[in-house]
């Protein structure tokens, strides 16, 4: 089997790299030749646990090659994949289709012998049938299937996602193109993974809805958490009580400083508008909207609250600034708005994240950028928690009692004990968990 991967962003480069070491042959094509030349000197352009070796095996392999050349790729392939970006377009919170349709029209020029043609975008519901109208109107004689396949990878364990998933969704008309992802997605049948085969428009609905639906979940336990604060009940006891519950599931009820990152917010806005548009408006997600954006302000005031009411003329540590651990994404990072927040608020800061600050640098002015954790805090008058990298969970809590001015510290993932760091002399606020 041999597949074109188009666009070499998060998703494209992850999934062509996993389908060839499923020993496909890949060839990724990405219209900024720059970043091909990155990747055929074997640099990755994103920051992915495990990618690197992945990408280097598999083009050592001659299964994995990267190109800006479209046309070869496609007229070779037996599936072309699209999975250029779908940002938010300004002013209506809707996908912007432009870079798919200008795929389509690309790929349906260089169409040779029969070919699938796969959306792995998230694209709102209709957009497999646009693809097909463009291919179709561009050369009406080509021969191809439209199947619409989404991916459910998440940033940081994207490869693990991939190669194990929970299931795969195919959304496809025809036989022929049914037994084209059969035989791409052969390994994951030998270990017995659900294959869900769907209408196209019903896959591109099932990519949204199961997003909207995970960030309804972390918005609920986010407003159960702010009651637990309220009643001086424990939001992870209450998350353990109702996720046992098989209905409910444990997953994605940790309280946190809202959800950010490049799916969640842009995907819960494009349902909530085509949502409206048909007539069946998603009331709980438009709620679930306005939630999470006044969560990252209130977030800035829990932390100006546990600093005495003001932190004018303060300076605070900041510890971990991408929208989750393990990426240097910083789309949508609730950092976004609670730095620029406690800024105007009147404090200085002094930052450090593992793979986050190059990125950041750009986006957060104003912030003093630190080499490591410990740096951040000396003569701070608070440290503040906002992203959960693994290496915040064990520090020093001397030295850091040591290095700050006053024992204050605000950790909006809870990755620490309340009882344990009232018994360490800090003055410790959480998530919905009171000491
Ligand atoms: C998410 C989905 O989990 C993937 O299944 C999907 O493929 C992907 O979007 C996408 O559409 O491409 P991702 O954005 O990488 O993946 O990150 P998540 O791990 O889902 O986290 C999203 C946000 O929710 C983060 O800000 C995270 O901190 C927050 N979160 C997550 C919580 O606050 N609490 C939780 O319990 C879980």
Known sequence: MRIAMIGTGYVGLVSGACFSEFGVTVTCVDKDVSKIDRLNRGEIPIYEPGLDKLVENNAKAGRLFFTTDLKAAVAEADAVFIAVGTPSRRGDGHA?????????????????????????????????????KIIRETRPNADFDIVSNPEFLREGSAIGDFMRPDR???????????????????????????????????????????????????????EIADLCEKLGADVHDVAKGIGLDGRIGKKFLHPGPGYGGSCFPKDTLALVRTAQEAGAPLRIIETVVDINDKRKRA???????????SVAGKTL?????????????????????????????????????????HEAEKLLPGVVWCDTAYETMGGADALVIITEWNQFRALDLKRVKTLLKAPILVDLRNIYEPEMMANAGFQYTCVGRVS
């Open 96 to 132: 912007d289709l432009s870079y798919v349709y200008a795929a389509a029209k690309e790929i349906a020029e260089a169409l040779d012998g029969h070919t699938v043609v796969v959306t792995k975008s998230t694209v709102p519901v209709g957009t497999g049938r646009e693809v097909e």
């Open 168 to 222: 795969v969704v195919i959304g496809a008309r025809t036989e022929r193109a049914r037994e084209v992802m059969r035989a791409l997605y052969r390994p994951l049948y030998l270990i017995e993974t659900p294959i869900v085969f769907t209408s196209v428009e019903t896959s591109e609905l099932i990519k949204y809805a199961a997003n909207t639906f995970l960030a309804a979940k972390i918005t609920f336990i986010n």
């Open 299 to 309: 977030m800035a005031d829990k932390v100006i609250a546990a600093c005495g009411g």
């Open 317 to 357: 540590a900041i510890l971990g600034v991408t929208f989750k651990p393990n990426t240097d994404d910083m789309r949508d990072s609730p950092s976004l708005d609670i730095i620029p927040a406690l800024q105007q608020a009147g404090a200085s800061l002094r930052a450090f994240d593992p793979e986050g600050m």
